[in-house]
């Protein structure tokens, strides 16, 4: 079995666990039991299956963009500078390309909107509308290249872009959150298997 395969196997373990421990839970305090309907927590049921799927789709290389965005990625690319796919990787990590994220439908508990997850203060200091994807990919990657520039590397300025550069600068990268060590880790593994280099 090839690594791909095990990798659909492994998150179908996953899925499979997180619906027991859930239904036990509900069984457990008393709640009725449908397999059907959501779950009354914070998390959704979409959100719940993104986290299953993300390491699929990303070992399968299926983080690419839709259509309709796939162009305006690629010139912010090249307009800042930012290697092949790395955009568009990113774009991914923060909205896995769903609509409701995009429109704004749905918002992150943080505050964050739209393709890029731009909170609300970065969006007006580089003055676009976080819901404008168009304007959201732009600004992504203006936003993206400034980091570079200020670090000199992808790692830290892909780790700047969500814990923060101020973070990055008084607290380094040895001590990111786990989150933000998966959040480089990630993009940089598929755009480096994707392109055949080795950005860091």
Known sequence: MDSKALAIVAASGVAAAYMVARWSMQASDGQAVDAAAPTTTDTTTTDIFDMITSPIKSALGLWHAPAQYAGAIADAEARYSIPTGMLERLLYQESHYRADIISGAKVSPAGALGIAQFMPATAAEIGIDPLDPFAAIDGAGHY?????????????????????????????LANAPAETVAYYSNILG???????TSYA
């Open 144 to 172: 993206l290249q400034r980091m570079y520039r200020l670090f000199g590397n992808w790692t830290q300025a892909l780790a700047a872009y969500n814990w923060g550069a101020g973070n990055v600068q008084r607290k380094g």
């Open 190 to 196: 598929d755009v480096n298997a994707a392109s055949g």
